[in-house]
């Protein structure tokens, strides 16, 4: 079962307006990742943010993260056309090994 | 550096075929990912590997699917015999232990089975 939930499942947004997407987890984790699928591609790892962190920036990209609730956001500001893609959050749990969880992904969609 | 490498890119074979995906990850990557994603169930990870060793293959649907990694630099997922609900984009990963996990993705392979 996939560990990550995004919400919502889809966003539909004007250019130049903020996009936010949210993710909710059920396990104690190392650290959450999000990620960018364009369409017909692969992924692509946006940000990470570790376990002790509460927020993350990266350009137009903050990622903020609640371990007491198990959740975590990601804004996208100011946002272009070709921010258009469906985004993924994936959590790494404690233990050895590299794996990921992969959530159900948001489809995001900016009108110019 | 060429990132993973994934072939073929397409792929469509009649249901009974052998097919062989192939997966070269990113050079000093110690861990290898196989994942499925189909609009129904999404993004599925099949198997994964670390040093070259199966880690988790709790993810492959049946005996029809195996993966193997004989050396650090290549990897297959072989499905026999096929069947039409195998067809999907299947990717290939490949991660760093001290880059916190992060995942490299190949482009994938658009697999229809007919």
């Known amino acids: 079962s996939q560990q990550g939930e995004e919400d919502p499942q889809a966003l539909s947004i004007q250019e130049g307006e903020n996009a936010t997407m949210n993710c909710s987890y059920k396990t104690s984790i190392n650290n959450l990742q999000w990620y960018r699928q364009n369409s017909g591609r692969g992924l692509v790892h946006l940000i990470l943010?570790?376990?002790?962190?509460r927020e993350k920036h990266s350009g137009r990209l903050r990622v903020t993260l609640d371990t007491s609730k198990k959740s975590s956001s990601l804004l996208i500001t100011a946002s272009r056309a070709a921010d258009t893609a469906s985004y993924f959050c994936?959590?790494?749990?404690?233990?050895?090994?590299?794996?990921?969880?992969f959530g159900t992904g948001t489809k995001l969609q900016v009108i110019p | 550096d060429a990132g993973v490498i994934q072939s073929p890119r397409h792929e469509v074979t009649e249901m009974g075929q052998e097919v062989t995906l192939r997966c070269k990850p990113i050079?000093?990557?110690?861990?290898l990912f196989w994942y499925r994603q189909t609009m129904m169930r999404g993004l599925e990870l099949l198997i994964y590997?670390?040093?070259?060793?199966?880690?988790?293959d709790s993810g492959m649907p049946e005996d029809r699917f195996s993966a193997k990694m004989p050396n650090a630099s290549f990897s297959t997922l072989k499905i026999q015999p096929s069947e039409p609900r195998d067809s999907a984009v299947y990717f290939c990963?490949?991660?760093?232990?001290?880059?916190?996990?992060?995942?490299?993705f190949g482009p994938g392979t658009r697999l229809t089975v007919t």
């Open positions: 994936a959590t790494a749990g404690p233990g050895g090994y590299q794996k990921v969880t």
């Open positions: 590997f670390n040093n070259n060793v199966p880690i988790d």
């Open positions: 943010i570790r376990s002790n962190e």
């Open positions: 990963a490949s991660s760093y232990r001290d880059r916190d996990y992060e995942q490299y």
């Open positions: 050079s000093g990557h110690n861990s």
